[in-house]
């Protein structure tokens, strides 16, 4: 052991992508069994990811469950899972990366867990907290809403980032 | 983004091992503007006990970046297949995009403290740090990374100088390791901190700097005895002459001439023929022996990154003949071969004593670290023959890796001062590339030697004194 850094990401943050992957491949595969192999895809990249600290592997694990995640949407999955997979590919992109720069930076050998926890606890509070507000919102009053007027709502949301972004 | 830099690999013999924090600093390419901060100013801001920031640089990750595509993804494919679902899918994304957007730099103020189980250990001893960094600012740091500036010729042998941690306002996180010292006077300089807001779009790296000091004076470690070469000056002392006279080793007999000391009269043959002879014994005189110091940058050399360089073997040694020879009433003086100056002229008693071990433990040309300045090996060589008298012999330490070293002791030889090398190896034998090399350095020894000039050769790991005690052996035969 000398001055010498690994750069390969700690473990905890992977670990913790790939059993939330494995859930999530789990339930959508139960609505959508068309789901189930992007989910499986994803979890191979994330491990790939946790091993190799690639972070082109994690961008390709956090897409594969969010086409998953489009897929169960397409096989009319309940709408609480379709936000939970495509919430839960956001949260595991943001996982890996940010373990990937942690290895980069810190290395595998250094201790960085309390890092890690509430990185992924933001991101996690986030994705969770946006799902079920939508799927309140939708569930209360989307009966009989028109879909143009979600839409509507949806291009204000993207119009007001892009003002944030400026 | 942030480039991947790849670890440098190792190939021993090698120089210093690659910094953390510099390695660190290099890893990110980003179009972030750096603001020099003056440390006064900074320090007097601040009510509580921050340490100084040395410089401060915000980079932008570019980690969301395509993170709309999410959102227009799943609302598109919501709006073309009419399904709500997915239409609510795309909201998660706007959500993250607004999150990555919102993201801001924590304000970074952190007081570091670090404890250091020895403050003036020997070298090769292993001393504990402790570091603390209190957050003293206001915000919340969700995400920071402390990479600390271990000095260069240190090695961390337990333990990782590196943590990544999230810090409340006022509250402390620790971290240790282990250091194995060198020789020489060691500052912990700066620690780098690199803080990022929640969602990781900007990152702030922060140096701070720190003043800990950690001072590694080796002491000398004399040997018994060293061999020296039959080149002496008038005075009496214990290096054996080829001349007959008072002394103690027997030399030769000669005729009896009045005045001659009844006790150095032949009388076993005075009995045996009734002539009288007067026995003769080899005097022995004092030397002047200049130790020089082989110290240029490619002489900083090491088999392995825990090892000590070769540099640091040849001051050791030298550490230890140079009590060995003054207790032997010679004359010693020191001399270094590389950049920088450093010159002891030869010299008796305590004082020179005192003088040299001033110069083993301070001189920055004998430094732990390669020494920074230009050398040119010609004015060198004719500064340090220039100084030698005439009557000096040298005692060159160099690990002989190339052949300049060879050229300076063949020239030295040439000019009148008998040369002694003694080479602390620093080769291995790990790959083909480092057999090469250790067995140039074979040929070189035995070129020396060819050319009539003592080397010792001392393998790593191996005692000085047994070293030269053996090689004493053969150049006694």
């Known amino acids: 052991m000398t001055g010498e850094i690994d750069r390969l990401p700690p473990l905890h943050s992977g670990v913790a992508a790939v059993v939330m992957i494995g859930f999530l491949t789990l339930l959508a595969g139960v609505y959508a069994g068309l789901a189930a192999p992007f989910g499986v895809l994803s979890m191979f990249a994330a491990v790939v990811t946790m091993l190799r600290g690639w972070r082109r592997a994690a961008f390709w694990s956090g897409g594969l469950l969010f086409l998953g995640g489009i897929v169960a949407g397409i096989q009319n999955a309940p709408t609480v899972v379709v936000l939970l997979v495509v919430s839960g590919a956001v949260v595991a992109w943001d996982l890996l990366d940010n373990s990937v720069s942690l290895g980069e930076q810190l290395g595998r050998e250094a201790s960085t867990g309390r890092a890690e926890i509430v990185h992924v606890g933001g991101s996690a509070v986030l994705g969770l907290g946006v799902s079920l507000a939508g799927f309140a919102l939708y569930s209360v009053a989307g009966g009989g809403m028109p879909l143009s007027a979600l839409v509507f709502l949806l291009l204000s949301a993207v119009a007001l980032t892009s003002v944030l972004r400026n | ?477």
């Open chain 2, 1 to 477: 983004m942030i480039s991947r830099a790849s670890a440098t690999e190792s190939e021993g013999p090698t120089d210093v091992p690659d910094q953390d924090a510099r390695d660190v600093s290099e890893e990110t390419e980003g179009d972030g503007e750096t603001a020099e901060l003056d440390a006064d100013e900074r320090a007097g801001t601040d009510e509580n006990a921050a340490s100084p920031v040395v410089e401060s640089s915000d980079e932008p990750t570019h980690r969301w970046r395509g993170i709309s595509a999410v959102a227009f993804a799943a609302g598109g494919a919501g709006i073309v297949l009419s399904r709500p679902s997915l239409l609510l899918a795309g909201a998660i994304g706007v959500a993250y995009a607004a999150y990555a957007q919102a993201g801001t730099v924590p304000d970074v103020a952190l007081s570091v403290s670090r404890t250091l189980s020895d403050e003036s250990p020997e070298p090769g001893d292993e001393v504990d740090v402790v570091v603390t960094v209190t957050n003293e600012g206001e915000s919340f740091l969700p995400d920071l990374r402390l990479v600390d500036g271990v000095p260069e010729p240190l090695v961390v042998t337990d333990g990782v100088p590196r943590l990544g941690t999230a810090l409340r306002p006022g509250e402390s996180a620790s971290f240790d390791y282990t250091v194995t010292m060198g020789r020489g006077t060691h500052t912990f300089d700066h620690l780098l901190a690199i803080a990022r807001g929640m969602s990781g779009t900007v990152e702030r790296r922060v140096t701070l700097s720190t003043s800990d000091e950690i001072v590694c004076e080796p002491e000398f470690q004399p040997i018994s005895t060293m061999a020296l070469r039959a080149l002496t000056t008038r005075h009496a002392g214990r290096v054996e002459t080829r001349d007959g006279g008072e002394g103690i080793e027997f030399h030769s007999t000669r005729e009896y001439r009045p005045g001659d000391s009844l006790s150095r009269i032949d009388w076993n043959r005075h009995a045996r023929t009734g002539e009288l002879a007067t026995l003769r014994f080899r005097q022995e005189r004092s030397a002047t022996a200049v130790l020089v110091i082989d110290s240029r940058e490619a002489a900083y050399l090491r088999p392995s990154e825990n090892a000590p360089h070769a540099v640091d073997r040849s001051v050791q040694a030298a550490m230890s003949v140079f009590p060995a020879l003054l207790k032997e009433s010679n004359r010693v003086g020191v001399a270094a071969f590389g950049p920088g100056d450093a010159w002891l002229p030869p010299g008796l008693g305590s004082d020179q004593r005192a003088r040299a071990e001033e110069l083993f433990t301070s001189n920055p040309v004998l430094s732990a670290e390669i020494p920074d300045g230009e050398f040119y090996f010609a004015i060198q060589a004719k500064r340090l023959r220039k100084r030698l008298p005439d009557d000096a012999q040298v005692i060159l330490f160099s690990p002989l890796c190339d052949d300049g070293i060879v050229r300076l002791a063949r020239l030295l030889d040439a000019h009148g001062h008998l040369v002694t090398v003694i080479s602390p190896d620093p080769t291995t034998t790990e790959t083909a590339g480092h057999r090469l090399v250790a067995a140039e350095r074979i040929a070189r020894i035995v070129a020396l030697r060819g050319a009539g000039i003592r080397v010792a050769d001392l393998p790593e790991g191996t005692d000085v004194e047994t070293t030269l005690a053996r090689a004493a052996q053969r150049w006694s035969r």
